[in-house]
């Protein structure tokens, strides 16, 4: 018999084992059911669509973009039905369908904060009260004196990060340098890219004004809180710079974010970020229409 026909074969009863012993995993069989192919056109893919279902698995439990323990971070390598075959395309899970919303967004909100304009600031009545201390900011700021900034706290889209924006870019024309950084992204580019981490830093600690946005919004850590946080608002503190803070929760709420566990210690390492945060600003609560509708 020829030796070809004999490998065919031999090749052949190998991958209906194969086949075999993958649908006795009933997520696999799942897997088959929901994309619609027949066995015999799922059995050439048996070795992708197992892999397929071990990214799944990763995904199920995964807290977050950076545990991502599959092959290309953030995507599952799912299987779609092309004629009598099947194309594998990396499909983005939740967390990165959130990250590339939070980036549209950002770039939104950028555009945002580098037209931002104190006279174009509605003069809503809920905004009266930050409106006169943004004012008084201005009129009384000296870039070498001892100014407090401002904790401004409120409901989603109330346009906190726009004011303080339009405030710092007045002040611009006055040569006072400022950076505004989304606190959650600030974290992501520092963890992507340790080797500017010292110059990052540095930067931060010494700004004339710097606002801090969103705080509140990312996970938190001991790294996070206490090596990059604590660092950042020590040294504003002991340099006399002004440091803004925007947040959709008001201190006593993000003590408690800031808190890892119920120990004691680190009770006190969320308190000490919050007296941090009292020294170096007034606090403000703005509630109001939710501008991003």
């Given at each position: 018999?020829?030796?070809?026909?004999i490998?065919?074969?031999?090749?052949?009863?190998?991958l209906?084992?194969?086949?075999?012993?993958?649908?006795?995993?009933?997520?696999?069989?799942?897997?088959?059911?929901?994309?619609?192919?027949?066995?015999?056109?799922?059995?050439?893919?048996?070795?992708?669509?197992?892999?397929?279902?071990?990214?799944?698995?990763?995904?199920?439990?995964?807290?977050?973009?950076?545990?991502?323990?599959?092959?290309?971070?953030?995507?599952?390598?799912?299987?779609e039905?092309?004629?009598?075959?099947?194309?594998?395309?990396?499909?983005?899970?939740?967390?990165?369908?959130?990250?590339?919303k939070?980036?549209?967004?950002?770039?939104?909100?950028?555009?945002?904060?580098?037209?931002?304009?104190?006279?174009?600031?509605d003069?809503?009545?809920?905004?009266?009260?930050?409106?006169?201390?943004?004012?008084?900011?201005?009129d009384?700021?000296?870039?070498?004196?001892?100014?407090?900034?401002?904790?401004?706290?409120?409901?989603?889209?109330?346009?906190?990060?726009?004011?303080?924006?339009?405030?710092?870019?007045?002040?611009?024309?006055?040569?006072?340098?400022?950076?505004?950084?989304?606190?959650?992204?600030l974290?992501?580019?520092?963890?992507?890219?340790?080797?500017?981490?010292?110059?990052?830093?540095d930067?931060?600690?010494?700004?004339?004004?710097?606002?801090?946005?969103?705080?509140?919004?990312?996970?938190?850590?001991?790294?996070?809180?206490?090596?990059?946080?604590?660092?950042?608002?020590?040294?504003?503190?002991?340099?006399?710079?002004?440091t803004?803070?925007?947040?959709?929760?008001?201190?006593?709420?993000?003590?408690?974010?800031?808190?890892i566990?119920?120990?004691?210690?680190?009770?006190?390492?969320?308190?000490?970020?919050?007296?941090?945060?009292?020294q170096?600003?007034?606090?403000?609560?703005?509630i109001?229409?939710?501008?991003?509708?």
């Amino acid at each position: 018999m020829n030796e070809t026909i004999i490998s065919g074969r031999v090749n052949q009863k190998a991958l209906e084992d194969s086949y075999k012993e993958a649908c006795k995993d009933q997520q696999f069989k799942r897997l088959i059911k929901t994309i619609e192919v027949d066995n015999d056109t799922a059995m050439k893919y048996t070795s992708s669509l197992q892999n397929t279902v071990c990214e799944l698995n990763n995904c199920a439990d995964c807290p977050g973009l950076i545990y991502c323990k599959n092959r290309l971070e953030g995507h599952v390598l799912y299987p779609e039905k092309k004629d009598n075959r099947i194309l594998f395309l990396y499909a983005p899970c939740k967390y990165q369908k959130e990250m590339k919303k939070k980036e549209e967004e950002a770039v939104s909100r950028d555009k945002d904060i580098l037209n931002a304009s104190l006279k174009d600031v509605d003069k809503d009545k809920e905004r009266i009260e930050v409106i006169k201390w943004i004012k008084a900011f201005y009129d009384n700021y000296e870039k070498t004196g001892k100014n407090k900034g401002l904790y401004l706290h409120g409901n989603f889209g109330c346009g906190k990060t726009y004011l303080i924006s339009a405030l710092f870019n007045e002040l611009s024309k006055k040569r006072v340098s400022s950076e505004i950084v989304y606190y959650p992204e600030l974290l992501r580019d520092i963890k992507s890219d340790f080797d500017s981490y010292a110059d990052r830093i540095d930067y931060l600690e010494n700004v004339d004004l710097l606002l801090i946005d969103d705080i509140g919004a990312e996970k938190v850590t001991e790294w996070s809180r206490d090596e990059i946080l604590g660092t950042i608002l020590q040294k504003r503190m002991n340099n006399y710079k002004t440091t803004f803070f925007t947040s959709n929760l008001d201190m006593e709420a993000l003590q408690q974010h800031l808190r890892i566990n119920n120990y004691s210690d680190d009770e006190m390492k969320a308190r000490r970020i919050i007296e941090r945060i009292k020294q170096l600003t007034d606090d403000i609560e703005l509630i109001g229409e939710n501008k991003r509708k």
